[in-house]
């Protein structure tokens, strides 16, 4: 537990840093002169460069374990923001943002691979991804409005110093806080012993294998994962550019800490957890294009509420993607498979902003989201995942 609680830490101040620029990149690209075109890009090319990534953190996790990727990221992370307080010109921030990207692909595979092989069994491991968004959500329900009052305290530069600083000093705690070779020991010794002392196999139906056979994933189970990224990413270039957001900074963050606190509230539904991942899946996904056609016809629910709704329903979809993937893969394969997750959100968080950059004088942005979404779900291969509606 006590690696997990360490684990959560680190994904807190990795989201925090994230979140926290979310509300103030965009003005400060437009105070670099940046175009809103060119500030999708911006945006687009930081999860573009995830890619590679997370292609070499799949193997590398599988092969060397997560210790080493989730120090470096953290730290290298943090020296790269140095360099963003200092930027003068919009393409040095698209270089800036596109190491960035490459350096923090390596965070979540690896912590998300570390969760799943410390889980007893299958509940306890959908328990920890749960946990895994709760920790994301909580970051960002206070990062938004962090960001944006340290840019209006602080300025620009500060602020992206203060976030590079405190990646640092986190890197340094994980060298000291992550136990890994130890913890997995221990957790192979106790279920050897469980073997011992229960020859019919009664416990080793519950705990996870390294050799279980997992099912085959279809790449298609990926375009969900990805057309929500897409989504969240054509929010989150939306937001900052409205009226309202661009007279006061301070409001941006509030819009975004509204979606955080929607997620919030979904994911302290505890009692979600026993319905089966898939479900959750496909219902918070039917949910979240809804909300965002009803924004592209201007629906007369007031817009906060409409963030609020767009929160919970990530709430529910992105713990119950993470828990379906580590509930049909083998333990062995925790890191390619989460990595493929990863490089889903990273092409879509890459799509969403150009897209919308490109498009929003045409065509309603949030249209586009609802398109998306909705086309991923009709090509969602369901005889494929055959799981109770009950987690047992």
């Known amino acids: 537990m006590r690696t997990a609680i360490w684990l959560y830490l680190f994904m807190f101040v990795a989201f925090f840093d994230l979140h926290a620029q979310y509300p103030i990149l965009s003005p400060f690209a437009l105070s670099l002169g940046a175009a809103p075109s060119f500030i999708g890009l911006i945006m687009g090319v930081y999860s573009l460069t995830h890619l590679p990534g997370n292609l070499i953190a799949g193997y590398g996790v599988d092969k060397y374990g997560s210790k080493l990727f989730i120090v470096a990221s953290l730290i290298v992370a943090g020296i790269i923001l140095l360099f963003q307080s200092n930027v003068k010109d919009p393409w040095h921030l698209l270089y800036i943002r596109s190491i960035s990207g490459f350096v923090l692909a390596f965070l979540s595979p690896a912590c998300l691979s570390l969760l799943a092989r410390i889980?007893?069994?299958?509940?306890?491991?959908?328990?920890?991804?749960?946990?895994?968004?709760?920790?994301?959500?909580?970051?960002?329900?206070?990062?938004?409005?962090?960001?944006?009052?340290?840019?209006?305290?602080?300025?620009?530069?500060?602020?992206?110093s203060v976030l590079?600083?405190?990646?640092?000093?986190?890197?340094?705690?994980?060298?000291?806080?992550?136990?890994?070779?130890?913890?997995?020991?221990?957790?192979?010794?106790?279920?050897?012993?469980?073997?011992?002392?229960?020859?019919?196999?009664?416990?080793?139906?519950?705990?996870?294998k390294d050799d279980d056979a997992g099912i085959s994933i279809p790449w298609l189970f990926f375009l969900i994962p990805m057309a929500l990224s897409c989504s969240q990413g054509i929010l989150f270039f939306e937001l900052p550019l409205m009226k309202s957001a661009r007279e006061s900074i301070l409001t941006s963050g509030v819009f975004f800490t509204l979606v955080s606190l929607g997620a919030l509230l979904s994911i302290s539904f505890w009692f979600l957890n026993k319905i089966s991942p898939f479900l959750r899946t496909i219902g918070g996904s039917i949910g979240l294009a809804a909300v965002f056609f009803g924004l592209a016809i201007q629906w007369p629910i007031p817009l906060t509420v409409s963030l609020f709704l767009i929160g919970m329903a990530k709430g529910v979809i992105y713990p119950a993607l993470a828990a379906l993937l580590a509930s049909i893969t083998s333990s062995s394969r925790y890191g390619r498979v989460f990595s493929l997750l990863s490089i889903s959100y990273s092409v879509g968080a890459f799509i969403g902003p150009m897209m919308a950059g490109q498009l929003r004088d045409h065509i309603s942005s949030y249209f586009i989201a609802f398109f998306i979404l909705m086309l991923a779900l009709s090509l969602l291969p369901l005889r494929t995942f055959k799981s109770p509606l009950i987690t047992s």
Do not use: C, Y
Not at 128 to 154: D, E, F, R, W, Y
Not at 191 to 205: E, F, N, Q, V, W
């Open 119 to 160: 889980a007893r069994d299958r509940i306890h491991q959908s328990k920890l991804m749960a946990g895994n968004g709760l920790v994301h959500t909580l970051a960002s329900v206070v990062s938004p409005a962090a960001g944006a009052v340290l840019v209006a305290k602080i300025g620009f530069t500060t602020a992206f």
């Open 164 to 208: 590079g600083w405190i990646l640092i000093i986190t890197g340094i705690l994980a060298i000291f806080g992550v136990k890994e070779k130890e913890l997995l020991a221990h957790k192979e010794d106790k279920m050897s012993s469980k073997a011992i002392l229960d020859p019919h196999g009664h416990h080793a139906a519950q705990d996870i």
